[in-house]
């Protein structure tokens, strides 16, 4: 990683203390300077130009939100939120605002246990801090209900062409508005059913599905184990677990497990992707988004071995071009889409 300059914003004096400290272990990091809130957070991003800032939402004077919309529009710059987890709603709307990233705090309160994000902190401010904002500002001109934009009119479905009944999506950095992106675009409930793992910690996901669910008439709901995986509805991966199918009967059935010693990143799509490969076939699709990492690319050879089709986001609309990147490089890839594009291409291929 080449040399990052940090700027910490939160009101807490303990806080910055200990977020700061725990920059400072990452080669490469320059804490440029310290704000305790939104109003000092914006005259110092100007003064100082960070490469990256750390944001609490909760602050006096001035809140996240606000410095989150002036901050887009005047200096755009590659923003974590360290929020607690009473705050579930508040991160995706920052995330919609612009923000990149997010790392829970253990508690609201000031507490020790702020130490225990650290690992996750440092993993995020390295694949983070190079961020093009490009990327994150033109995902609010993409189509979406209820913000004015255009909705995707859906089709009668096309019988003359096999018609995949099933699509799973896994995203990491980046991926909540674009799954904002595609479910908003889809302007009536059909007979498709979804899976979603989004690289998310536990106590996140209830109120990631919640909020998706508003924009989109698809029912999106966090997947339980014995949920069946059915038409017009889409099963999210719960935070810190991993999304399974069986098969009882004719059903197919969601199995929340814990994840594996070997997986890197949770939910792991390369375990959603297998399981599904496995039980649909050539009726599935899968979709990689944006992120870090190789997630999904096990996944993917599978689906496609198995007859399924797979999609992956162009490098010029990821966020983080990892997991397309490790997708594609598999040779298993059958389109590669600008965000723009995938929920039309994904309702094509559906048969609509």
Known sequence: MNHVRVLVVDDSAYNRRTIIKMLETIPGVEIVGYAVNGEEGLRKIIDLQPDLVTLDLEMPRMDGFTFLRIIMKIRPTPIIVVSAR???ENVFKALELGAVEFVPKPSARVSPDLLNIRDDLVRKVRQVARTDMKKILDRSVYPSAGTGGVVLQVREKNSGKRN?????????????PALQTIFAG??????????????MPPGFTRAFAERLNKFSSMEIREARTGDP????????????????FYRRGKEVLAKIVDPSAEDRYIPSVDAMFL??????????????LTGMGNDGARGVSAVKDRGGEIFAE???????????????????????????????????????
């Open 186 to 199: 889809i302007s009536e409930p059909l007979p498709i059913a979804f899976a979603v793992s989004q690289h």
């Open 229 to 244: 995986m059915k038409p017009g509805q889409v099963l999210i991966a719960p935070g810190g677990k991993n999304l399974l």
């Open 164 to 176: 995949i009944g099933h699509v799973v999506i896994g995203a990491s950095t980046g991926g909540p």
């Open 275 to 288: 399981s599904a490969g496995e039980l649909f076939g050539p009726d599935l699709l899968g979709v990689i």
């Open 86 to 88: 009473s705050e579930d």
């Open 314 to 352: 162009s490098e010029e609309t990821s966020v983080v071009f990892g997991m397309p990147k490790e997708a594609i490089a598999t040779g298993k890839v059958d389109r590669i889409l600008p965000m723009q594009r995938m929920c039309s291409e994904i309702l094509r291929s559906c048969g609509f």
